[in-house]
């Protein structure tokens, strides 16, 4: 079991930042895919960003282009989510995941390919 340890959700306003954070624990091989998730009240979950374990590729939903970025620190073994410019329609539960095969050709979307998941964190953006 590779436990995934989320922190950094909040409440904030339309225009404001946070900044999720997931130690990975466990993932020894510099191969795969671990990436970010959310989903809203209603909905399915959905990837919001991803990235090749290496660092060398990065993905992004089409909604937080340009707002999110995803970003390791290998030595602390952390997954980053830095979110700018967030909107109410950025409002659900976080999630960080790990342990995908790879992520290119739309891989990192699908959920079902990860292995390893956090409890998620609560991210609230008010009008």
């Known amino acids: 079991q590779v436990p995934l340890v989320e922190s950094g959700g909040g409440s904030v306003q339309t225009g404001g930042s946070l900044r999720l954070s997931c130690v990975i624990s466990?993932?020894?091989?510099?191969?795969?895919?671990m990436g970010w998730f959310r989903q809203a009240p209603g909905k399915e979950r959905e990837g919001v960003a991803a990235?090749?374990?290496?660092?060398?590729?990065?993905y992004y939903a089409d909604s937080v282009r340009g707002r999110f970025a995803i970003s390791q620190d290998n030595a602390k073994n952390t997954l980053y989510l830095q979110m700018t410019n967030l909107k109410p329609e950025d409002t659900g539960t976080y999630y960080c995941?790990?342990?995908?095969?790879?992520?290119?050709?739309?891989?990192?979307?699908?959920?079902?390919?990860?292995?390893?998941w956090g409890q998620g964190t609560q991210v609230t953006v008010s009008s």
């Open positions: 995941a790990a342990g995908a095969p790879y992520c290119a050709g739309g891989n990192w979307r699908q959920s079902h390919e990860y292995h390893y």
């Open positions: 466990g993932v020894t091989s510099n191969s795969g895919c």
């Open positions: 990235t090749v374990i290496s660092g060398y590729n990065r």
